[in-house]
């Protein structure tokens, strides 16, 4: 059988590629504690934490996200309707604020609604209060935290 003479560099070069693979997309900082440097300076201390200073390496926890999250990342239901962040003010037709929610410096932020590092087990897209029914998704419980009364 005949082949081509550059068949066996390309052999060899597919063959030291598998030997020393190169990193194709950013490690994903969601799945442990070794990977805080992504997203901090420092691991935050409990006492940072109670003063709202998360030692981030960018100016805020939306801006933090957003570094790999496109701002279009909480896009809700039919319509995709993006879900507001960094506000503290709750109009008193559709919302009346977080009732267990976490704010952060008194705003909503992509905290608020996600886990920061991946929870044990089942999650949909890492949001709080989700409840699962074998592959359905429940996010009332979740909703209703702020919207009890409006949906």
């Known amino acids: 059988m005949y082949r081509h003479p550059g068949f066996a560099l390309v052999v060899l070069?597919?063959?030291l590629s598998?030997?020393?693979p190169v990193e194709s997309a950013p490690v994903?900082?969601?799945i442990s504690m070794d990977l805080c440097p992504y997203c901090h300076v420092a691991i935050p201390s409990p006492d940072?934490?109670?003063l709202?200073?998360?030692?981030l390496l960018r100016d805020s926890i939306d801006t933090t996200c957003k570094t790999c999250h496109a701002?279009?990342?909480c896009a809700l239901g039919i319509g995709q309707v993006v879900?507001?962040?960094?506000?503290g003010n709750w109009n008193q037709r559709v919302c009346d604020g977080p009732k267990t929610l976490p704010l952060y410096a008194g705003k909503?932020?992509?905290?608020?609604?996600h886990y920061h590092l991946k929870p044990v087990g089942a999650d949909f897209k890492m949001v709080r209060k989700v409840n699962f029914f074998g592959n359905d998704v429940d996010l009332s419980a979740f909703c209703a935290d702020c919207h009890e009364d409006y949906y």
């Open 13 to 15: 070069f597919a063959c």
């Open 108 to 113: 909503i932020t992509c905290a608020t609604c």
């Open 71 to 73: 701002d279009t990342a």
């Open 18 to 20: 598998l030997a020393n």
């Open 48 to 50: 940072d934490i109670a």
């Open 52 to 55: 709202g200073e998360f030692r």
């Open 83 to 87: 879900h507001p962040s960094g506000i």
């Open 28 to 30: 994903n900082p969601h």
